[in-house]
Nanobody, 121 residues
């Protein structure tokens, strides 16, 4: 089974920075993409950033220019560098893994448990 372990969340002042990490372990096969989603109280979970297996990236308009997603393939770890944090960035951030298994060409989606990010004075 896949495990996604997030870390790096916390409380920062508006304009501050945080770096989130997500380490994947367990049954990892061929990675289509890894990414970050977030969910604020009362809101739906929304996409923040994605990096594909080919290395291309995609960002939500609300974070583009402020957040950077990166990956360490050797460690099966994805990072989210968050700069210029705003109060509206406050949410639980979830790591996502989209992979495919060679056993029956299955697509497997996994989620981390979430880490709290608070950008408040």
């Amino acid at each position: 089974q896949v495990q996604l372990m997030e870390s790096g969340g916390g409380l920062v002042q508006p304009g501050g920075s945080l770096r989130l990490s997500c380490a994947a372990s367990g049954s990892i096969f061929f990675i289509n993409a890894m990414g970050w989603y977030r969910q604020a109280p009362g809101n739906q979970r929304e996409h923040v950033a994605t990096i594909t297996g080919g290395g291309s990236t995609d960002y939500a308009d609300s974070v583009k220019g402020r957040f950077t997603i990166s990956r360490d393939n050797a460690k099966n770890t994805v990072y989210l560098q968050m700069n210029s944090l705003k109060p509206e960035d406050t949410a639980v951030y979830y790591c996502n893994l989209d992979q495919r298994s060679p056993f029956g060409n299955r697509r497997i989606i996994s989620w981390g448990q979430g880490t709290q990010v608070t950008g408040s004075s």
